[in-house]
């Protein structure tokens, strides 16, 4: 069947658009990015970490706003301190990671959330935090996205295997002379610059989903950790690359779609991977 | 900590060690050395000092009071309970052994020589063929071997195995106890927390029975006698002797175990 010319025009109708080419690229980096550091939190068990991050990031995202601070250094440092922050109270095991994470964020959105309302134009702030405005992305944001994923994708293919062997057997990769803290914390940071530089893309609320649906889904289609590596970041390319398209055509939210179809790759492997796809899935307990 | 000065065939030692979780002293005052060529097995009740004395050795836990190290230069392979694992990690079983070795190159590939030597252990230790499978479609006994294998991999003086045959079957149990036994004929010394004491620690030339403090070191024969297992368990418990060996009878003096009658139907 071949595509008419009407169609073919249709679908390439947004492309004659910058912002909308500004916005896919800067979407297909952040599901790449997204991605990738989605499957150590999928597999660390720790899939409510991206939700806690992000609205963490928001609270220094608040604290730059309101006193004309730069945004990428505020809201970087303050997210990089709570992701690091987790990880020690995490470790310490008197408070799981989920408390540790619901301590630390709520806190800190608390923090955002007030500073906005009492000093800030708050009302416009908060919608762009909280849902993202990928429509609206500048060169600067692009940039960092993609200076963001190429640094975390040189960090986890040079430290591969103490990575992974940190993220399976901490116990003996600690004994056997990996410095495990220094994995989770390099882990922690990247986690933050990925939150930083995609939330405004994303939007706060959403992209926690980001982080775990593809993730989730490669885990269902493969049982190497190596092959999670590249399969995750390319379904989170894909759907967000699908949903900017299905966004424009349906003139609906851009960051609402590209999860939506992240979640529909997900119950379609679900239903078609059978009984082992499943197990796979529900031995990730933290989902 | 590593012990600088000693004797040439010395590779564990503790001196006067104590550790704590808080206020709760789960190890006090425990001297003793493992030598090169020994086969050690820590005995005695569970949550009374087997795991944190062998995490101290390995360096996981801080002493309170004294000193526990390896010998300079001697090499741990720490093989952790089955039961820590996650067996439903994306791993295959040849990414678990190379996993332990240094990435040297940009691309972590694995090399053809890392690949032979995995292949040359894992063929050793009767696992040959399954360098490819998922570490989760293998028996319990292939998967217990798989973790020996990896510990093995770093040609260490000393395998030290925390609760061997925690957590699986009879069968698994035998494979296990005949692997040590081959390992310590090659020369390989081990040493290892067990709570069976019929099933393993009974098979083992050295004994050193634990709770909080050391209540004897020696071989079976002279540590499992009903005093100190009593000293070491708390309770009286008989000894039978079978094929030369002290079986221990896992209930106290006076407990009556009536014979199981099936139900007429």
Redesign the interface.
């Known amino acids: 069947m071949s595509v008419t010319p009407a169609l073919a025009a249709d679908l390439f109708e947004p492309y004659g658009f910058e912002f909308f080419r500004n916005g896919t690229v800067v979407a297909v980096a952040a599901g790449a990015l997204c991605g990738l550091l989605g499957v150590f939190v999928v597999l660390r068990g720790m899939s409510y970490i991206g939700h806690g991050l992000s609205h963490a990031v928001f609270g220094g995202a608040a604290a730059s706003a309101v006193m004309n601070f730069n945004y990428f250094i505020g809201a970087g440092l303050w997210g990089i301190v709570s992701g690091v922050l987790i990880g020690r109270i995490a470790r310490r095991r008197i408070l799981g990671a989920d408390a540790a994470i619901g301590v630390v964020t709520t806190a800190s959105f608390a923090v955002g959330l007030a500073l906005l309302n009492r000093y800030g134009q708050a009302k416009r702030s908060i919608e762009a935090v909280l849902f993202g405005s990928v429509l609206g992305v500048k060169n600067g944001d692009i940039v960092a996205v993609v200076v963001v994923g190429l640094l975390a994708a040189a960090v986890i293919i040079v430290g591969y295997r103490r990575f992974l062997f940190s993220t399976f057997d901490p116990e003996v990769a600690s004994v056997s002379g990996v410095r495990v803290s220094v994995m989770e914390a390099a882990l922690m940071v990247m986690l933050s610059l990925t939150i930083l530089v995609t939330m405004r893309v994303i939007g706060t609320l959403l992209i926690s989903a980001l982080l775990v649906i593809p993730a989730a889904t490669a885990r269902m289609l493969t049982n190497r950790f190596s092959s999670m590596l590249w399969l995750s970041p390319v379904i989170g390319a894909s759907g967000a690359f699908l949903g900017m398209n299905l966004a424009y055509h349906t003139n609906t939210s851009a960051a609402a779609m590209i999860i939506i179809v992240c979640a529909t790759a997900f119950s379609g492997v679900y239903f078609a991977s059978g009984l082992r796809g499943k197990r796979r899935i529900a031995a990730l307990g933290h989902l | 900590m590593i012990l600088k000065a000693a004797p040439d065939n010395l590779l564990v030692s503790c001196h006067h060690l104590s550790c704590a979780y808080g206020d709760n002293v789960v190890v006090s005052d425990v001297t003793f050395s493992v030598e090169r060529g020994e086969f050690v097995g820590i005995v005695g009740p569970s949550g009374l000092g087997k795991t944190t004395l062998l995490r101290a050795i390995?360096?996981?836990v801080q002493p309170v009071h004294g000193e526990v190290g390896t010998v300079k230069g001697v090499r741990?392979g720490?093989v952790?309970q089955v039961e820590?694992?996650?067996w439903?990690?994306?791993?295959?079983v040849l990414?678990?052994m190379?996993?332990?070795?240094?990435?040297r190159r940009?691309?972590?590939r694995i090399t053809l020589a890392e690949r032979r030597d995995a292949n040359e252990m894992l063929e050793r230790l009767g696992l040959g063929g399954l360098g490819d499978r998922?570490i989760r479609e293998l028996s319990g006994g292939q998967q217990q071997r798989v973790f020996v294998a990896r510990a093995l991999f770093?040609n260490p003086d000393i395998l030290v195995l925390d609760e061997p045959t925690s957590g699986v079957d009879v069968r698994t149990r035998h494979e296990v106890l005949h692997l040590l036994a081959d390992l310590h004929q090659e020369g390989i010394s081990v040493l290892l927390t067990t709570h069976d004491l019929n099933g393993l620690a009974a098979h083992l030339p050295r004994l050193v029975c634990l709770n909080r403090e050391i209540i004897a070191d020696g071989s079976p024969r002279e540590v499992l006698v009903p005093d100190v297992l009593e000293r070491l368990y708390g309770a009286p418990m008989h000894v039978l002797e079978h094929g030369g060996m002290p079986v221990v009878l896992d209930h106290a003096e006076g407990a009556v175990i009536k014979p199981f009658r099936p139900r007429a139907v």
């Open positions: 390995l360096g996981m741990l720490y952790p820590s694992v996650d439903n990690f994306p791993v295959t990414e678990v190379v996993m332990t070795r240094p990435q940009v691309l972590p998922h770093h």
